[in-house]
């Protein structure tokens, strides 16, 4: 009879473990958390190249059903879909610890029952060993799950530890989703900002935001501060002297060229890209948001970011407005200055319609011209 009741209790405890297990696996999958980005694209699948389904505003309660490779399958407002999990901030895990106390309660309940159907010293001894090794067992997973969150925490930790500081060197900074402009934009960043830089890929930079989140941001427009200290032999300042002509003329020439990769395009009013065609601020604004730099959508609106200049001054890399109409009244096209007297720009002409290079110092555009303004500082 005590052989049969300690395999009783036995195949019990294994029922129970495995019970437990199933419960813990399930469990690790059912998460809350906070939404931190500004506004959060839903996609129907964790890559960005699929479709957004919807958009969730920052600190928006969403519950998580699975992970995948950096992203989070959700429900929200009555849909499902994917987010990026750096934009979630986990509010709420169930905690598998308030499962083991049930199970060991539970096998201790089940070997004092057996024990009290018989009183012979070895059943005590049985209870006692029972006991023991429940509670050993109980501590190594304890020890198990406290190392993987040692571990994970040690982890994040250096995933998110400040490698440098930099500043930010353009009117308006794009952060971006991951590196590169096809990924949505999460924030903003203003001139002058101080950044802090946790990683860095082919000319991006992973930089930590506020509110503990992390997004991307083209190098081009952000200057290594730490390295700057470091040469001048003084400690890291939050205040920094603007970058010098020859790092600014680099990114206006990197402009020039690669505004003259579209020449040829076709124009096509309130066309946004290459394989769609451009009109004119949908021209300039796509070569600019290359090199992180966020302008407006029409030449009217275009008109009023960075800074006026005369005529006299233009550089390669500025914006030039004109009013084709002929009334000196009203902007209503843009192009972007190269330099000797030039600029480029999706003309809606009837000869041309294209992307083309045309003469500013006289002619028809140095006639309908109207102002200029320097984006690039």
Known sequence: MLKFNKVFVYITASALSVSLWTCTSFAQQNKTGVTTATMLNMRANPNTS???????????????????????KVSYNGKTGWIYSSYVKITETPKSAVVDE??????????????????????NSTTINSTENNSSSN???DETILKASQR?????????????????????LNVREGADVSYSVVGKLQNGTKVNIVNEKAGWYQIKLANGSTGWVSSTYVIDNTAIASRSGIAEDSTMAAPNNSDVSSVRGQVVEYS????????????????????????????????????????ASQANQGTRISKGDLLPGDLVFFDTNGGHNYINHVGIYIGEGMFIHASSGSSKRGVVISDLTSGFYANSYMTARRVLN
């Open 152 to 172: 994970a925490t040690a982890e994040e930790k250096a995933e998110n530890a400040v490698v440098k500081t930099g500043i930010v060197k353009a009117s308006v």
């Open 102 to 123: 049930t199970l060991t309660a539970t096998l201790n309940k089940g070997s004092s029952s057996t024990d009290n159907s018989t009183n012979t010293s070895s059943n």
């Open 50 to 72: 699929t479709k957004v389904i919807d958009q969730i505003p920052n600190g928006s309660k969403v519950d998580i059903i699975e992970t995948s490779n950096g992203w989070y």
């Open 260 to 299: 003259k990769k579209f020449l040829g395009v076709k124009y096509v009013y309130g066309g946004n890209s290459p394989s769609q065609g451009f009109d004119c601020s949908g021209y300039v604004k796509y070569v600019f948001s290359n090199f992180g730099v966020s302008l407006e959508r029409v030449a």
């Open 139 to 141: 501590q190594v997973i």
